[in-house]
């Protein structure tokens, strides 16, 4: 059982950064892979980035990959993604997940979900 909590969305400008973080309550956090999601208005839930228990199998989509960062922090219990480079093209509500399974790109395999937030990428 696992609790999720986002924060660090909002506005940039193109070429900005953001740092998105996700809490998670749980007393077994290192028997979770985490992923951040990401959703628009009338498309699916889209996958980001995955990380699995230890930090060993690390994952991004094409658009992701050389400019987001996801980490794990084991001993705070905490999930970051690093956003550099960000275009309009990425705004979206940014959810963390958990699985007990590998991080894939499923979101049907997630137990768990954040409440999700907001990025807004726009001049």
């Known amino acids: 059982q696992v609790q999720l909590v986002e924060s660090g969305g909002g506005l940039v400008p193109p070429g900005g950064s953001l740092r998105l973080s996700c809490a998670a309550s749980?007393?077994?956090?290192?028997?979770?892979?985490l992923a951040w999601f990401r959703q628009v208005p009338g498309k699916e839930r889209e996958y980001v980035s995955g990380i699995d228990r230890i930090s060993s199998g690390i994952y991004y989509s094409p658009s992701a990959k050389g400019r987001f960062t996801i980490s794990r922090d084991n001993a705070k219990n905490m999930l970051y993604l690093q956003m550099n480079n960000l275009t309009p093209e990425d705004t979206a509500v940014y959810f963390c997940a958990a699985t007990v399974l590998a991080p894939v790109t499923n979101a049907r395999t997630y137990s768990y979900w954040g409440q999700g937030t907001q990025v807004t990428v726009s001049s």
């Open positions: 749980t007393s077994t956090f290192t028997q979770y892979s």
